[in-house]
């Protein structure tokens, strides 16, 4: 397992890896398929969006609708793999430590861009995109909170205060004020889903989210020359024209949408209609309209977005049931898909295989705890006679 985590970590391209051997399980029977709503989801999303392709004869939207299928075999190993509390944790502590590496690698990057003269660089360490992991490291701080309640002793907290720093130092060096308020959100959400709450853990969270404030101000402050009320209102209004451009796109293809890619290969037709040097062209950051759901409606229509809605509805509801059963996880699984939906607001995180990959894993731990999937503890004495293990 580490080293499908290792590729996952290091790189956006290494990450679908595990995901093709995913496949290659799949296709030769070595994995149990269950009939749940996220194999069901994913599944029927990978053949509307490859559907939505070839009638919009995409080639581009026709490839990249496999990447559901990606997800949909990823969703199945994990369904399968993650039945012990051990292997969750385990795998979480592995990424952790890893994403550790890439956050130092973020910082030497910033280092070294301002030591050649361009100390305004986004960091995008291992990532691609100085927003993607901006979302993945405040993953990892969540991860982290959740790390720390298990801890068995000092050292071990120690260190994970050591790696926080280093994760937090990485993240105000994305600059990237959505992933930034996603953070904020999430940790108020894991400190609402908590079972033990206190007046101290209040003040605890208020002054952790006081000084990541204050660090993330400065931050933009003396290296972008901005504030972070001024990053808000330029990333809007950067992005209000992309939104009305994609709405439009809805307008016209409301059912089918246009392809997975729609918006890289159309969008600059309707997000710069008033500008003729702009249209008919591929521009980069058009690769979604800069909102989940809008990226849902261009891509898929509003069959996709209901397929992808009908996932999430299913999906809360055994967030509901871990809530009832006073689940440990919970904290973690909801703040997650709190950052998934403040930042949502403004980017999609989907897009990118590291964090789509989260989503896709925290949705099967939660659908296996919920569901009464898990491996539960047994206890194993030893036959002296036969050498064989008993269940007692």
């Known amino acids: 397992m580490i080293y499908y985590i290792i590729m996952i970590v290091f790189s956006p391209f290494t990450a679908i890896i595990p995901a093709v051997f995913a496949v290659n399980l799949l296709i030769k029977g070595k994995i149990k398929v ?68 890439a956050a130092i690698g973020g910082i030497i990057e910033k280092i070294a861009f301002t ?87 209040l003040i605890a969270i208020s002054i952790t989210v006081s000084i990541l404030a204050i660090l993330f101000m400065t931050v933009q402050n003396k290296v972008a020359k901005t504030t972070p009320i001024g990053e808000i209102v330029t990333s809007f209004n950067s992005r209000v024209g992309i939104w009305k451009g994609a709405i439009q796109m809805f307008l016209v293809k409301p059912i089918l949408g246009w392809g997975l890619l729609g918006t890289f290969e159309h969008g600059s037709n309707f997000i710069f209609k008033d500008d003729p040097t702009l249209q008919n062209k591929i521009i980069s950051f ?20 209901g397929i992808y809605l009908y996932v999430k509805l299913n999906l809360y509801r055994d967030m509901i049931k871990l809530y009832k059963q006073h689940n440990k996880l919970l904290p973690l699984i909801a703040s ?49 006679k036969s050498n064989k293990d008993i269940v007692a």
Request: with cysteine.
């Open 286 to 305: 058009l690769i979604h309209p800069h909102n989940l759901w809008l990226a849902f409606l261009v891509g898929v229509g509003v069959v996709g977005l």
């Open 115 to 201: 030591l050649v003269g361009m100390p305004e660089h986004r960091i995008f360490s291992s990532f691609g995109n100085p927003n993607m992991t901006g979302a993945w490291f405040g993953n990892i701080i969540l991860i982290i909170f959740y790390l720390k309640g298990t801890k068995k002793d000092k050292s071990e907290g120690v260190t994970y205060n050591i790696i926080i720093v280093l994760i937090v130092i990485a993240l105000m060096l994305t600059e990237s004020s959505g992933a930034f308020i996603a953070l904020v959100g999430g940790i108020f959400i894991y400190y609402l889903m908590k079972e033990k709450k206190d007046f101290k853990g």
């Open 34 to 101: 269950e009939m749940n709503y996220w194999n069901i989801g994913l599944f029927c999303l990978f053949i509307y969006s490859m559907v939505s392709g070839i009638v919009n004869k995409s080639i581009l939207s026709f490839i990249a609708s496999f990447g559901f299928l990606l997800y949909f075999a990823l969703c199945i190993f994990a369904q399968n793999y993650f039945v012990k509390v051990s292997r969750i944790n385990t795998v979480l502590k592995t990424t952790v430590y890893l994403s550790t590496i």
């Open 336 to 384: 997650i898909n709190a950052m998934v939906i403040i930042q949502g607001i403004v980017d999609c995180t989907l897009y990118a295989p590291q964090l789509g990959i989260i989503f896709v894993c925290t949705g099967a731990i939660t659908y296996n705890m919920a569901n009464d999937k898990m491996i539960r503890k047994a206890r194993f004495i030893k036959s002296k």
